[in-house]
């Protein structure tokens, strides 16, 4: 049975599930679901996602949504866990970084793509950005990624010594934040030389292939969408 991922590869949190399905090497067929025409918000999609949000998962009937609740059914179901590491200690510093992702990072860097990339994309030119949320999104990411640099002194990835789903899990919203539509907007820089360890764990986790496909049908999908 394949496995059927509901959303689109324009949006972050699809964009998560299929970033890892990738990199696990486990098989996912996505199903467009058009945001744009508010498929998401049907009766018949909310019956699977009571939040009318992308995406979800159908592996033979069985619907599980949360991006990050799907990776992890997917590493560890469908492939052999290998993006999360089982022995006691290594796990729980996995799960450290899991939640470093959801409360230092998600957050700013939501309001970030929100305002300076998807809305200008999707409102038109005459979006005004708020960039006062902007900024102060970014001054406290930056504070964040500060204690960041601390972490990746120690360990190659944030989760450890291995690449664990905790670093893909800041793919999506990472590279979408630091890829501003706004003219003039300050540039959020993941590569900043002052951050050499940030900057080193995000040269390599942005251009593994498995994220470089990902951006690739995400451009494919915005192509079909602008002529449809
Ligand atoms: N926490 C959820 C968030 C899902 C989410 O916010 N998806 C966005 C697209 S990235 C969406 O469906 N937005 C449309 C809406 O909320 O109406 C996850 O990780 O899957």
């Known amino acids: 049975m394949v496995l059927k991922l509901y959303g689109s590869a324009i949006a972050t949190c699809t964009q998560r599930v299929l970033a890892v399905a990738n990199q696990l090497g486990v098989s996912v067929e996505l199903v467009i679901v058009n945001l744009a025409a508010q498929e998401n918000k049907a009766p018949e999609y909310m019956k699977k ?16 949504f949360e991006s ?6 997917l590493s560890t179901v469908h492939a052999s866990g290998n993006l999360i590491p089982k ?38 030119a005459n979006y005004k950005p708020d960039e006062v949320a902007a900024q102060e ?21 944030l989760g450890g ?12 919203y990472g590279a979408m934040a630091s890829s501003p539509r706004t003219p003039g907007a300050p540039y959020l820089n ?14 390599e986790i942005v251009s593994l292939p498995a994220w470089k496909a990902v951006s690739a049908q995400a451009q494919t999908e915005l192509a079909a969408l602008k002529k449809a």
């Open 49 to 64: 996602q009571p939040f009318g949000q992308v995406p979800y998962l159908d592996d033979d009937g069985f619907i599980l």
């Open 68 to 73: 990050r609740a799907i990776s992890r059914y």
């Open 87 to 124: 022995e006691a200690k290594e796990n729980a510093i996995f799960e450290q970084a899991v939640s470093i992702e959801q409360s230092n990072f998600d957050p700013f860097t939501t309001v970030l793509a929100r305002e300076r990339f998807y809305y200008p994309l999707f409102r038109g």
């Open 137 to 157: 999104a970014q001054a406290k990411l930056e504070a964040k990624l500060d204690a960041y640099e601390v972490i990746l002194s120690k360990h190659a990835y």
């Open 161 to 172: 010594d291995k690449l664990t789903l905790a670093d893909l899990f800041h793919l999506p």
């Open 190 to 203: 993941l590569e900043d030389p002052k951050r050499p360890n940030v900057a080193r764990w995000w040269k």
